[in-house]
């Protein structure tokens, strides 16, 4: 049991780092990309850590505790060899061409990334690596954690689901030779029940079809999953791919069959209808898991993580399909979220409040210190301070009456990918003329990828049709709209009438107040929420970083902690 604080990190795709104390309670916790402004970053989270500590004003002989995770052995060569992680990452970015060899290095990750054994030799070469570049960070004295990457996942929504007895499903590419668990968690700890090796993995399913596709992988699936809505026929030539036995998954191809097949049918189907083939096959075998799960356990509340969590398509299907009291994705759902799993694992206590709000990165301190970056760029930026609550009703008309939208920079940042009001882009819920300029000035979206909205919580119940009274504050989750839903967020929802909304209280106060001001004016508390940053980039982590995209973007407002800041050269052609 830590004494004092217990600090997790994870150095793989998306890295970063968490700061809890003895009690399990979040003090801090950023990813690396959102300082070092490379997307995803993928490498030790020297800034992270740094940040994390500040937030929580704590200094590194506080810590008592460092835990990390994975330790399989591609993972462990990118570790010592960390040339191999930087040129994945700059071939995924697209930075590089394709590496000679690239079809010979994706057959390796595959193939390394299935066996775990020797497991203690490859946990020593590990430990030993992470213990000198803690070293060398300044990091003196600790006790140093391995924890295996599915129980990882597992911690970070267990210990913030606010469930005691529970079971938790995670499910991704795969990491230390799994790519899904189930297990049966009481008394804050997590039994496994069963797990599907990374050999069967459906998530690296997904990523294949993903790069199949043309698009991202590991970065937008998705694009996938909305393209798949676009489909309007039916029959799948993917049936039989996978099938469900008990509570793991079984591939009937081994990873690099699947893909030749993937690609040859890619070739001969248009992209929206392999797209929902795609789709239709992950939600059939998923849902049938979950189902044995539920069966075998009898569980009536579920915790839910690992990268497939992200698909809110299919977390909608298994909401509708199982009769659950209690359902909880992590926010922070893909690896990005490990170091707090990571954390809160060694922490180990259950923590029986459900995690209500997301703010644990850096954040400005208080209006002075924007103020003073506003009176160095008095050429570009003119400002007025409002009275408490004043900025709402600005920002309310903003929208309503000059039909456009502005950037909301305020308090501490989001952990996790999406944006939930204090770095946000807000504009009106109805709005496609709206819709369309964010598109071409800043977001460059894939005409197939929908807009968001935030809505009171309150409103959930008349604007989609399969609200259950489960808030979900952080828009991992599909509804299906009313037809008062369809009207009101028409430039917020998708084309099969469906929305990801976040579900707005008192987790944050200051655009509650916000979005009911909107409320008061249009008849609905909603307005469209994008996370704040450049088509492409991390989101914008501090003022300076926010000014810049308004002057980049010739965006004509800004709230930032409440302070209304115009830029002089809006609407100018540049
Ligand atoms: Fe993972």
Redesign the pocket.
Same mark, same amino acid.
């Given at each position: 049991m830590a004494e004092g604080k217990i600090l997790g990190i994870w150095d793989g795709h998306d890295a970063g780092a968490a700061l809890i104390d003895a009690g399990g309670n979040i003090l801090s916790a950023v990813n690396e990309e959102r300082l070092s402004r490379k997307k995803l970053h993928s490498g030790f989270p020297h800034l992270s850590i740094e940040s994390c500590l500040e937030l929580a004003h704590a200094e590194k002989e506080d810590v008592t505790d460092i835990a990390f995770s994975t330790t399989d052995w591609t993972k462990t060569a990118s570790r010592v060899f960390p040339i191999i992680a930087d040129k994945y990452y700059l071939f995924r970015r697209r930075k590089i061409d394709r590496p000679h060899f690239h079809n010979l290095q994706r057959y390796l990750k595959f193939v390394l990334g299935q066996p775990t054994e020797p497991k203690g030799v490859l946990k020593a070469v590990n430990r030993a690596h992470i213990t000198r570049t803690l070293r060398k960070a300044g990091f003196k004295k600790f006790r140093l954690h391995s924890v295996d990457?599915?129980i990882a996942?597992a911690a970070a929504a267990y210990h913030t689901s606010g469930m005691d007895e529970s079971v938790c499903v995670t499910m991704? #590419?795969l990491?230390d030779g799994v790519s899904s668990t189930v297990n049966y968690c009481a008394d804050g700890k997590i039994a496994r029940l069963g797990q599907t090796t990374a050999g069967n993995s459906i998530g690296i399913f997904f990523e294949q079809a993903t790069t199949v596709l043309g698009m991202r992988e590991l970065e937008d699936e998705g694009k996938l999953m909305s393209l798949a809505d676009y489909s309007h026929k039916t029959g799948n030539k993917m049936e039989g791919l996978f099938s469900v036995n008990g509570l793991s998954i079984r591939a009937k191809l081994n990873p690099i069959a699947q893909y030749n097949f993937l690609e040859r049918l890619a070739w001969r189907t248009p992209p929206e209808d392999f797209a929902r083939m795609v789709q239709e096959t992950l939600e059939k075998n998923i849902l049938g898991l979950f189902s044995n799960a539920q069966e075998e356990t009898g569980a009536r509340k579920i915790s839910w993580s #690992?990268?497939i969590a992200s698909n809110i398509k299919l977390n909608q299907r298994i909401r509708s399909h199982l009769s659950l009291k209690d359902w909880f994705v992590f926010p922070h759902m893909?690896?990005g979220g490990?170091a707090l799993g990571a954390a809160l694992f060694v922490a180990g206590n259950p923590q029986k409040k459900k995690l209500k709000s997301a703010y644990f990165g850096p954040g400005p301190k208080g209006q002075g210190e924007i103020l003073d970056f506003l009176e160095k760029n008095r050429d570009k930026f003119s400002w007025s301070v409002n009275r408490k609550g004043r900025w709402q009703k600005e920002a309310s008309e903003i929208l309503s009456k000059e039909n456009d939208y502005f950037f909301l920079f305020q308090g501490r940042m989001e952990y996790g990918p999406r944006a939930l009001g204090n770095r946000s882009i807000v504009a009106p819920a109805d709005s496609i003329e709206v819709k369309n300029k964010l598109n071409l000035r800043i977001k460059e979206r894939n005409w197939y990828q929908p807009f968001c909205p935030s809505i009171l919580a309150t409103e959930a119940k008349r604007l989609f049709t399969d609200y259950d009274g489960i808030e979900d504050k952080f828009m991992t989750m599909g509804y299906s709209c009313s037809s008062l839903g369809e009207k009101r967020l028409a430039a917020a929802i998708h084309v099969d009438m469906s929305a990801r909304p976040q579900m707005v209280g008192k987790e944050n106060p200051e655009y509650m107040r916000l979005i009911s001001t909107v409320g008061k004016s249009t008849g609905t508390g909603a307005v469209l929420n994008t996370s704040f940053n450049y088509h492409g980039d991390p989101i914008v982590s501090n003022i300076k970083e926010a000014l810049e995209m308004q002057e980049r973007t010739r965006t004509r407002h800004m709230f930032a902690e409440g302070i209304h800041i115009e830029f002089k050269g809006a609407g100018k052609r540049r």
């Open positions: 990457h599915h996942h991704d #590419g990491g #690992g990268g893909g690896d490990l």
